[in-house]
């Protein structure tokens, strides 16, 4: 069984741009999350979703980040403009459904570098 | 608000050691908790947890940890330590007034020297 898949694994990019990222959770699977790590913050969560609802968005850092997920299978993080501080490793999660019980399993993440 | 601290950012121990890598939590109910491994360029993944059951939950690759509610504790242990158990370690914690987030740890690397 396919684990959650992540892409791009890296992405370079300047300053200004836009970037999507992308994620597929593992099938059957209701909660989806989103987290960034950097060495300075450690693991933050961003935004989760639950039946395709976002459920907590009080992690995304500003504006310029958004989520959206428009079907069980898929979800895109983008940041517009994008800028050099937000340069992170993304992580997107799943679980089987939303409950405090439940691990969490996560992709192998995407390495945005902005320049 | 539930909280987890990991005491030691870093831990070197020499290979066939004790692993020990200390985790303390705040929750104002009973709370769920989990230790996640995360190997070089990789994601986390599940090494054990802990959802009230046995207070002695064994994991993966002979981890265990152990609850213990009277200290707030939830420490991970490995008896013997192999090189391939270098990696970043992660305590975690949920319950239930948290909209179900899990809230982790600023992690623990674990360094074996041969």
């Known amino acids: 069984d396919a684990g959650v898949i992540q892409s791009p694994r890296h992405e370079v990019t300047e300053m200004g741009q836009e970037v999507t990222l992308r994620c597929k959770p593992i099938s059957g699977h209701n909660s989806l999350f989103w987290y960034r790590q950097t060495m300075m913050r450690g693991l933050e969560l961003l935004i989760y979703f639950n039946n395709n609802v976002p459920i907590d968005d009080s992690g995304m850092p500003e504006d310029r980040f958004s989520a959206k997920m428009p079907n069980a299978s898929f979800s895109t993080l983008k940041i517009q403009p994008s800028e050099p501080r937000d340069s992170a490793v993304y992580f997107c999660?799943?679980?089987?459904?939303?409950?405090?019980?439940?691990?969490?399993?996560f992709g192998p993440g995407t390495r945005l570098t902005v320049t | 608000a539930q909280s987890v601290t990991q005491l030691g950012s870093h831990v070197s121990v020499s290979e066939g050691a004790l692993v020990l890598l200390r985790c303390n939590y705040s929750s104002s109910v009973p709370p769920y908790l989990f230790w996640y491994v995360q190997y070089p360029n990789q994601g986390l993944q599940l090494l054990l947890k802990y959802t009230s059951a046995a207070t002695l939950v064994k994991g993966i690759n002979g981890f265990e940890a152990e609850f213990k509610k009277s200290e707030t504790s939830f420490h991970l242990t490995k008896p013997s330590a192999h090189m391939s158990d270098a990696a970043e370690y992660f305590c975690a914690v949920s319950d239930n007034t948290g909209g179900f987030k899990t809230i982790f740890g600023a992690g623990t690397r674990l360094f074996v020297k041969a």
């Open positions: 999660a799943s679980s089987t459904r939303q409950g405090s019980s439940y691990e969490q399993y």
